[in-house]
Each structure stands twice: as structure tokens, then as C-alpha cells.
């Protein structure tokens, strides 16, 4: 079988630049019948600790503290975006004039104007493109959204999106670039919103209108030190900085197909470790899926369960992806699964000449979303959710 190198350039060897690393490296034991070999060309990364990482345990065949000579590297086809928000805009502008294909990690840039921008890049440079809301890659989102497609729920009525986590729940956790405006750009609306509403809009179509709030409940928090991560902690007593956005966020919306929705976010809450969850409620039946339980999906089915409730449906090879990792039902996916099956698609599609989804085009409506979200936090009324340009 004929199979084309795929040459990678990578920005950002942190949580995700790993995380994506080995996807790559993994992918050739995982899909036998793949058209592509990945190859791990050059890592760049600022901090020149984490490009020794990615030569010595990653096996990329350089690294460079210059993220630009990377991108657009002659020996590179394809361009994975996975530094800080506020630096995606920049790498992808100079990735797409290179004639690369980019993915980027999500949220794209750390404003709404920024997503648009570089999706307008993309178009000018007819860029095949690729975003990592890599939750709807599970085998049970998948299944939950052909569920619905088939109209197993009936009519979708209502939907509820919650993405409640707990890494800046400890007024310790260092004062990462997350919590700084000219680093992230927004806080949660950006960084977890974003999955709940990437979530919706994929399982259940567009969202015409919202109103909401935020809060920012930890004001302060202790500046990072060098070599210190999204978890790291600092002591009592360490000089401290302002959290520039927000820890919560909340918006009740009106969906283009008539459903009502509420959606809710925060990173300072206590309890949840990583809900990011989903409720689905049709006239025939509804679904609840929650990623700290990935490989299980609820199901209620009206008319034949009413007396039994909520049915739980485990993931296996039955459903799409899944035996690629491991055989049998109940053996269970993580997360980092879901990575390695969002780049396998996404690498698969560019090479077969397909589309992909979640592109650029998708990340836009993501923040168009965010966009009439910030929008009533002034107005304190509804705002309509703008279309893309
Ligand atoms: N899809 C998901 O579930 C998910 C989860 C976490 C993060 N993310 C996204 O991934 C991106 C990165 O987040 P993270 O948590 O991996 O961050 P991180 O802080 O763990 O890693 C960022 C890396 O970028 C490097 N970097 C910083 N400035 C640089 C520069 N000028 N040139 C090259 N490298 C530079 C840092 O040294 C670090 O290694 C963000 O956009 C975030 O929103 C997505």
C-alpha cells in the first residue's frame, strides 16, 4: 500500500504539543489500513529544555526556539498550532503563506476577531485546516449524534452543556498565561465554553441567540515561575499578580432549530474535576454523555424503558475508533485517545482529498457564539449570535 510521508512542524511542546506528539507517533501502530506516515520533522518551542525533550523522547529530527523558520520550513507539510491563545494568529498567518496545512488547538487566537482572522487567512490561502475541540471524537459523541440524526430523540427540545473544572480551583495554582488577557485573550469562554458550544453545534445545529454572565471569583494568584505548568502551585506568601478574565461563565440560549439551551463554565468550582458534560432532551428520548465517563453514554428511550430509566450504553468496538485502540466492549478509551483519533481523521481527509470538520470555518462559530456572549455581558440583554462573514 502506498502510504505519503506527512512532514510535521510543531509549535509548542507543552500539554497539548505532547499530547499530539504522541498521536502522531502512535498513529502507524494504531491504523493498519492509514494512507500517511507521519513524520516528526521540527519542534519549536521558546523554551529550548522542551525542544532537547522533543529531539531525545519524542524523536523529532530537530528543534528551534524560532517558531517561524518551523512553519515555514521547506522540508515541512503540515503545521500543528499548539502554543499559547494569543500566539495561534501570527503562527497560522505565516503557516498558510507557506502553503502548510495547519491544525490548530483551540480556541484559535484569545478573542472572537482573531478566529476570524485566521480563518480569512486560511481562505486567501485555500489552507486545509483542522481545530482541537477533540471531544467530539469520542466513540460515543459520535454515536450520540448519529442518534440524533436518525431521530432517535425525536424532536430536540432542549440541550444543556456544562464544562465545570477544577484546575483554578486552588488559590495556590500559579498565574499561568490562562488567567492574562494579552496571553489568552478571554478566560473560560475561551478556553472551556468553547468545547460545550463546539459540542452543541456539532450534535445539534446552530445557536441564533444568547444572554449571560461571568464572574471572576479568584482574584489574585502567585506568578509563575520558570519551568512551572498549568497545575504547578506556589506557596503563602509568594508575590501574586491579577487575574485578568473570567473564572465562570453562564448563558441561556435559543438554538436555530428552536431548542432552548443553558450552558455553564468555570475553573474555580470544587468537586467537578473535568465535567465536560452534555444532556439532550427530544420529545422521543434523551442522552446524557459526561467526559469524565467517556465510555458511557446515557440513554432514555420513551414509550418501551419509561419504567427502567436511563439506560447506560459502554463504548466498545462496536462504535467508530474504538477498536483501533482496544477490542471487545468496556474496555475503555482517555482522552489522549481522542487526540490520536482527531489527527488520524484529519491527516486522513487531507490525503484522500476529502473534507474535514471541525475546520476554521467551525471555530468561527464557536466564537461567534462567545462574541454575542460578551456582547450581554454589557447590554445585560439578549444578542443575537452573528453569522460568519
Ligand atoms: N483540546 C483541548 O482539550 C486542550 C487542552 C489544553 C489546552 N488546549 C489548547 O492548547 C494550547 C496550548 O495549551 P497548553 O495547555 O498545551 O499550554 P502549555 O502552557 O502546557 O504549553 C504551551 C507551550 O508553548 C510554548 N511556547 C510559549 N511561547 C512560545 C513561543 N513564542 N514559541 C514557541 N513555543 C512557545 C511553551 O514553552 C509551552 O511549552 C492552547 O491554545 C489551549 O487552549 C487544548
Redesign the pocket.
Known amino acids: 500500500m502506498s502510504r505519503k510521508d506527512i512532514r510535521v512542524a510543531l ?7 505532547q499530547a499530539h506528539s504522541r498521536s502522531l507517533i502512535r498513529i502507524p501502530t494504531l491504523f493498519a489500513d492509514r494512507k500517511f506516515n507521519p513524520i516528526l520533522k521540527v519542534c ?4 529550548e529544555n ?1 525542544g532537547q525533550q522533543a529531539v531525545n523522547d519524542f524523536g523529532y529530527e530537530r528543534s528551534t ?1 524560532d ?1 517561524k523558520s518551523a512553519v515555514t520550513a521547506d522540508d515541512v507539510d503540515a503545521v500543528w498550532v ?4 494569543m ?2 494568529i501570527p503562527i497560522i498567518e505565516q503557516a498558510c503563506k507557506a502553503g502548510k496545512i495547519v491544525f490548530s ?3 484559535i487566537g484569545g478573542k472572537p476577531s482573531q478566529t476570524l482572522e485566521a480563518f480569512n487567512f486560511a481562505t486567501q490561502n485555500k489552507t486545509f485546516t483542522g481545530v ?3 471531544y467530539l471524537w469520542a466513540p460515543l459523541v459520535l454515536h450520540a449524534k448519529k442518534m440524533i440524526a436518525a431521530g432517535e430523540l425525536g424532536e430536540i427540545i432542549h440541550y444543556k452543556g456544562r464544562f465545570f473544572s477544577m484546575y483554578g480551583s486552588d488559590e495556590l495554582g500559579l498565574l ?2 490562562r488567567f492574562k488577557f494579552d496571553q489568552a485573550g478571554y478566560g473560560v469562554s475561551s ?1 472551556i465554553l468553547s ?1 460545550s458550544v463546539s459540542l452543541a453545534q456539532f450534535l445539534i445545529g446552530d445557536i441564533s441567540e444568547v444572554v449571560g454572565m461571568k464572574e471572576t471569583t479568584i482574584k489574585k494568584r502567585p506568578l509563575p515561575t520558570s519551568n512551572s ?2 497545575y504547578s502551585r506556589g506557596n503563602v506568601g509568594d508575590p501574586t499578580g491579577e487575574v485578568e478574565n473570567e473564572d465562570f461563565a453562564s448563558m441561556l440560549c435559543r438554538f436555530k432549530n428552536g431548542a432552548t439551551g443553558t450552558f455553564e463554565t468555570s475553573r474555580t468550582v470544587v468537586g467537578p474535576e473535568s465535567e465536560n458534560m452534555f444532556e439532550i432532551y427530544g420529545t422521543k428520548g434523551a442522552l446524557k454523555w459526561n467526559h469524565e465517563t467517556l465510555n458511557e453514554l446515557l440513554y432514555y428511550k420513551k414509550d418501551e424503558v419509561v419504567e427502567t430509566g436511563f439506560t447506560k450504553i459502554l463504548s466498545g468496538d462496536r462504535f467508530d475508533f474504538h477498536g483501533a485502540f482496544v477490542p471487545g466492549q468496556g474496555n475503555s478509551l482517555g482522552t489522549e485517545d481522542l487526540i490520536c483519533i482527531e489527527d488520524y481523521s484529519f491527516l486522513t481527509a487531507w490525503v484522500t482529498g476529502e473534507s474535514f470538520k471541525p475546520s476554521f470555518r467551525e471555530a468561527v462559530n464557536v466564537v461567534n457564539v462567545q462574541a454575542a456572549l460578551i456582547k450581554s455581558w454589557d447590554s445585560k440583554s439578549w444578542e443575537k449570535v452573528p453569522s460568519i462573514k
Not at 11 to 17: A, D, K, R, S
Not at 44 to 47: F, K, P, R, V
Not at 82 to 85: Q, T
Request: hydrophobic share 30%; with cysteine; net charge negative.
Open positions: 509549535v509548542g511542546l507543552g500539554w497539548m504539543g519549536a518551542d521558546a523554551d522542551r526556539t517558531w499548539c502554543a499559547p491563545n500566539l495561534h488547538e483551540k480556541p482541537g475541540y477533540n499561568s498565561w478556553d468545547h505548568s498549568h
